[in-house]
């Protein structure tokens, strides 16, 4: 049985089979995208950014096919698959517009005796591990800016994923980046380990996951000195502070929560909502989540298609339904559509307690979580009780303390009156559990760079 597979999750069907490499092929790979370093780290920024154009256009040009290819791999909606191509554009033109003067040298003004001046350098090769949720964006924002510095990428992508994963190396080739400046590759976890991760000539990871996984990539990582990016779980709250902002802060719950099958790692997991609107708030979110219908990925007028697999879909079951039998009122959904597999109900759950799972772990997928709260400090109170950092949304008619309370919440980043998102310019990344370091905007480029230091004597 291959490792890497395309699974439908909307038929249950496997489509296609990837075969793994072997330690050896493994070897080869990691020799010539080491090789190719030495090369690509020595090139014109002006001919990194014109083919990162490039790369874009082909996103562009193949935008349709690429929709459906992770489609048919983990379920997006195909309206939603190309909305996150559009995302990968822009990151491309992004760094192709911006990376040289993200790179520039910095002056050092008051350096004694004489000037000084920081260079941002390449440091080699780079390994990437990539999920399955978001195939293309997640790989985007990871591989466009460290091209664009002129490292070179090893690239181990989901095994749900293995079509989308030769798709992006397709594209790298076609857009005229050297063969080897970045090279996907069919492996396992211990491959990972055992292998690549202890490579000397590997000065960092990216990984995009779960907490699990990062924390596992982490520990091997530290032990050979290896620089990370981690990009892990979240919990992340909604506050809802005024009557007034309702209306919106519904439409954004439900888009923040159920888009993707709320699949998304800075999705909107827990609504936090002040007591005196709260049954108001309540009786709107209802009914805009029962108007949700589960559809055919492939239409155009699908908003939620299935989980991305059927082993997402049991293990979401598990953990609402453990957490209804732990007294969670449970007000719609909470089990497989009729067309069982991978097909989940969008859920709604409230009165859920510290004792109860729900309550720490993360729900990746269809569920949204409702708390009703006191007051203001309560609701940051509850905000801040978790484990993980990565995003917030905070609505109230007044912007200002919508701003203030979001600065006391401990997490990543902050959105006022919108639900998380993300673009090209905006720094992503979190705190606590939800991670280490920032991925996109001018941060993007500050992770994998030798910050060199040039000092000289007056």
Known sequence: MADYKVTNPATG???AEFATLTDDQLRESLDRTAETFTSWSESELSERAQLLRRAAELYEERKDKLAEIITREMGKPVKQARSELDIVISIFNYYADHGAEFLQDEEITDAPDGRAFMQSEPVGVLLGIMPWNFPYYQVARFAAPNLMIGNTILLKHA??????????????????????????????????????????????????????????????????????????????????????????????????????????????????????????????????????????????????????????????????????????????????DERGGAWYQPTLLTDITPEMRAYGEELFGPVAMVYKVADEEEAIRLANDTQYGLSASVYSTDEARAQRVGERIQTGMVFVNQPPGTSAELPFGGVKRSGVGRELGPYGMAEFVNKRLVKIAG
């Not at 202890?198 to 960092?204: I, L, N, S, Y």
């Not at 699908?302 to 209804?324: C, K, R």
């Open 13 to 15: 069907e496997v489509e």
């Open 159 to 336: 095994s749900q994923c293995p079509e989308s994963a030769a798709a992006i190396e397709e594209i790298f080739h076609d857009a005229g980046f050297p063969k080897n400046a970045y090279t996907n590759v069919y492996v396992s976890s211990q491959q990972i380990a055992e292998i690549v991760i202890p490579d000397p000539r590997v000065q960092g990871v990216s990984l995009t996951g779960s907490e699990r996984a990062g924390t596992k990539v982490a520990a091997t990582s530290g032990e050979n000195l290896k620089k990370v990016v981690l990009e892990l779980g979240g919990n992340d709250p909604l506050l809802v502070l005024d009557r007034e902002i309702l209306p919106k802060a519904v439409k954004g719950a439900v888009s923040g929560r159920m888009a993707n099958a709320g699949q998304a790692c800075n999705a909107a997991k827990r609504v936090i909502v002040l007591e005196e609107f709260y049954d108001e708030f309540m009786e709107a979110f209802r009914e805009s989540l029962g108007k949700i219908e589960l559809r055919d990925p492939l239409s155009e007028e699908a908003f939620i298609g299935p989980m991305s697999s059927v082993s997402a879909a049991e293990d979401l079951h598990e953990q609402v339904q453990d957490t209804v039998k732990q007294g969670a009122t449970l007000h719609m959904g909470g089990d497989f």
